[in-house]
Nanobody, 126 residues
Framework: QLQLVESGGGLVQPGGSLRLSCAASGFTLVYFHVGWFHQAPGKEREGVSCKSRRGGNTNYADSVKVRFTISRDNANHTVYLQMNSLKPEDTGIYYC???????????????????WGQGTQVTVSS
């Protein structure tokens, strides 16, 4: 059974940090592009970051560049999103996603992914 489970969300003050994890079961991670998406309240789900199968290609949304870092541990079937200098506008649900599609590089659009986790809530507030 293929399953993605996110964890690490929570309440944090502006300027704080969180590390999200996405544990994959039933996947051989090296065969998948991975991505993180953010859905703010009342808004569409948007791409935050992605990393290609073997890590050669990494992308970030302009709003999180420098502040967020995506990483993947293929051996332990886990993907991470380190989030620093968090802002109130980072509040929302964060989803990890995997892609088995054959494009050479990861993409930042929802349609580029065919497996999704259930999401983890991040709230940035004082």
């Amino acid at each position: 059974q293929l399953q993605l489970v996110e964890s690490g969300g929570g309440l944090v003050q502006p300027g704080g940090s969180l590390r999200l994890s996405c544990a994959a079961s039933g996947f051989t991670l090296v065969y998948f592009h991975v991505g993180w998406f953010h859905q703010a309240p009342g808004k569409e789900r948007e791409g935050v970051s992605c990393k290609s199968r073997r890590g050669g290609n990494t992308n970030y949304a302009d709003s999180v560049k420098v502040r967020f870092t995506i990483s993947r541990d293929n051996a332990n079937h886990t993907v991470y999103l380190q989030m620093n200098s968090l802002k109130p506008e980072d509040t929302g649900i964060y989803y990890c996603a995997f892609s088995s599609f054959l494009q050479a590089m990861c993409v930042m659009t929802k349609g580029g992914y065919n497996y999704w986790g259930q999401g983890t809530q991040v709230t940035v507030s004082s």
